[in-house]
Structure formats: C-alpha cells, structure tokens
Nanobody, 121 residues
C-alpha cells in the first residue's frame, strides 16, 4: 500500500514563494514517477508538474512554467514543488501523485490527500 503525504501549504501574499513536499511510504518499487496536480475552488483538476523516477526529466503545465520547479534527489523521496512569483490564481489544493511514467496525461496510481495553498492579492 503506497501512501503519499503532502506538506508545506499555507497562506502567502502574491509574489511570494512556497515549497511543497511529498513523502511516500509503502510500495514494492524503489522509485516512482511523481507529479503535482491542483484543484482550485469550482475548477477541474489541473496538471502542474511531473518528474521521472530519476529526476532527469521534468514536465510543467503552461500556467506555471518559469515560476514552479519540481525536484527530487534521484530516485529518493521527498519530491518538492518550489513555487515562486505566486499569483492569486494559484490558490488551490495541491495533490501529489505517483505512478510508473511521468507526464501531463499519464495515469497516476496513487494520490495524496492534498495541501492547501492560498495566495492573497
């Protein structure tokens, strides 16, 4: 049983920064592709970023390119999401996900419960 736990969310002013963390426990594989998604109030879930199992390849959603960075230390956990130049429209619950292949549209098998990020104007 794979369990993902996010942390690092909070309230920040526009233009500020936050760093989210995702730790994994359980599972039979030594490494997973990891991703961050978000869902704002009244919005559909949106892909934010993904990273392959080794950390050598990353993917970003158009709305966060140049502002957010996903990282990991090789195959190790935790996985981080560094968020800079935050905007009110970044307000959402951020979810960590794990799967076999990284990418914006690939299937992720495991999900955390989310951490809330609120950006005030």
């Amino acid at each position: 049983q794979v369990r993902l736990v996010e942390s690092g969310g909070g309230l920040v002013q526009a233009g500020g920064s936050l760093k989210l963390s995702c730790v994994r426990s359980g599972g039979t594989f030594s490494a997973y592709a990891m991703a961050w998604f978000r869902q704002g109030p009244g919005k559909e879930r949106e892909f934010v970023a993904a990273i392959n199992w080794s950390g050598s390849t990353t993917y970003y959603g158009d709305s966060v390119k140049g502002r957010f960075t996903i990282s990991r230390d090789g195959a190790r956990m935790p996985v981080y999401l560094h968020m800079n130049s935050l905007k009110p429209e970044d307000t959402a619950t951020y979810f960590c996900a794990a799967g076999a292949v990284a990418g914006p549209t690939t299937k992720y098998d495991y999900w955390g419960r989310g951490t809330q990020v609120t950006v005030s104007s």
